[in-house]
């Protein structure tokens, strides 16, 4: 059985093969309209949604199966102080599958690892975002022919948005890929995905403010929301909040051949007159999505029929794992709060001693001492 926590969990084959069934699912609806007859998704939101988990309800009942769940965690046991562990394992009786949005960074990895049905991360704080990865994949796929030699344009707010970690990590697997990475400085994309996925894969990328000077070169303009729920500093979120604001005038000098997308909701960062451009295509990354998902969930189904055992999320790259000897400094870490969970990290560079929570992937230093 497996889950799906984090873009990289699926090879680059494996979105092929997704991509590959949704497209068929485009072409021939009804050979899947009995497909998950009798199976049930459990949405889990304890965040807002309107996309992504109508998104998930609408893939289930098109596959012909139905769907329990909520959509806040006031409507939810959390609000009583139960945990993500026994909710799981709570949720394991009653749906044959998962998908969960939740506030704190690692919650779905907890799921994961006390559900015994798949479990899908459908956004995890200002972590990751993979099911929203595979709406923007395959519109990248469908509308450029190819997932290489492209030069891809990141707007708005990198820090905080997970869709724009999540894809930047599964663009990597790519080649030819630049990246122009467009931001005021104080919502920088944060230094661990430089190091560890762009300098890592040996991406190319360059950081500037200026959305108009990059245009012209930009075959992709991902533009994304500032998450205005994610600042410590509201003061700071109010004098951030319109920096980006795209109006046809400045998709003058872009590329005829370009695409826009944009994970939505849009606030104000699209001006409505774009919609009509034919470059727009965040409307059409929707739809894609939730093709997308029902590949998803009979990739998931399948696989949790052929082999109902949990494959450890944990280690399966050998690196050594500490447990309970340093904690995770991320305050939006599910390990601040979620009752006796082991505070669990992953060795990544033994030589520095540079070690990464498994939950969030937050990186910490382990002492000498913490290595024996
Ligand atoms: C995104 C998210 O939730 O991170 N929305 C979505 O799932 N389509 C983007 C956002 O909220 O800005």
């Known amino acids: 059985m497996r889950s799906l926590i ?36 459990a949405t889990l939101f304890f965040e807002p949604s309107t996309r992504t988990r109508l998104s998930f309800e609408a893939a289930m009942l098109e596959l012909g199966g139905s769907v329990i769940g909520f959509s806040e965690a006031n409507s939810s046991s959390a609000a ?12 394991s009786c009653y749906a044959d599958i998962i998908a969960m949005r939740h506030p704190r960074d690692g919650a779905p990895f907890v799921a994961a690892q ?18 929203q990865t595979l709406a923007d994949l395959f519109t990248i796929y469908r509308e450029k ?5 492209l030069t891809v344009g990141f707007c708005g707010d990198l820090k905080y948005g997970r869709t724009v970690h999540s894809l930047i990590a599964a663009l990597a697997r790519y080649t030819g890929i630049r990246l122009v990475l ?13 190091t560890e996925v762009i300098a890592k894969h040996g991406m190319e990328y360059v950081e500037t403010s200026d959305l108009e000077g990059a245009m012209p070169a930009l075959d992709i303009l991902y533009m994304t929301r500032i998450q205005g729920e994610r600042f410590a500093d509201k003061d700071e979120f109010l004098r951030l909040r319109d920096t980006y604001i795209l109006t046809p005038e400045k998709l003058v000098t872009a590329k005829q051949e370009l695409a826009i997308l944009h994970p939505l909701p849009r606030v104000n960062e699209i001006s409505v007159k774009v919609d009509d451009d034919p470059r727009a295509c965040y409307f059409k990354q929707v739809s894609n999505g939730k093709y997308m998902r029902m590949a998803l969930i009979l990739k998931l189904l399948d696989e949790a ?40 990290f992953k060795l990544t560079e033994p030589e520095k001693r540079i070690c990464r929570c498994i939950y969030c992937e937050t990186k910490e230093t382990a002492t000498e001492e913490d290595l024996k």
């Open 145 to 149: 022919g190819r997932l290489n030699d």
């Open 6 to 41: 984090d873009i990289v969990d699926f090879s680059v084959e494996e979105l092929y093969g997704l991509m590959d069934t949704a497209s068929d699912i485009i072409a021939h609806p009804e050979r899947y309209a009995d497909a998950c007859r009798g199976k049930k998704i």
């Open 114 to 131: 006390n559900a015994s049905i798949p479990v899908i991360n459908a956004g995890d704080g200002g972590h990751c975002h993979p099911t």
């Open 182 to 194: 467009i931001s005021p400085k104080e919502l920088k994309l944060p230094e661990n995905i430089k």
């Open 305 to 344: 029929k052929r082999n109902p055992t949990r494959v450890p999320l944990i280690c399966e790259d050998g690196a050594k794992i500490i447990r309970n000897r340093m904690r995770c400094s991320n305050s939006r870490c599910i390990s601040m709060v979620e009752q006796e969970l082991d505070q669990v």
């Open 80 to 91: 009583k102080g139960e945990s993500v562990a026994d909710t799981a394992k709570v949720i």
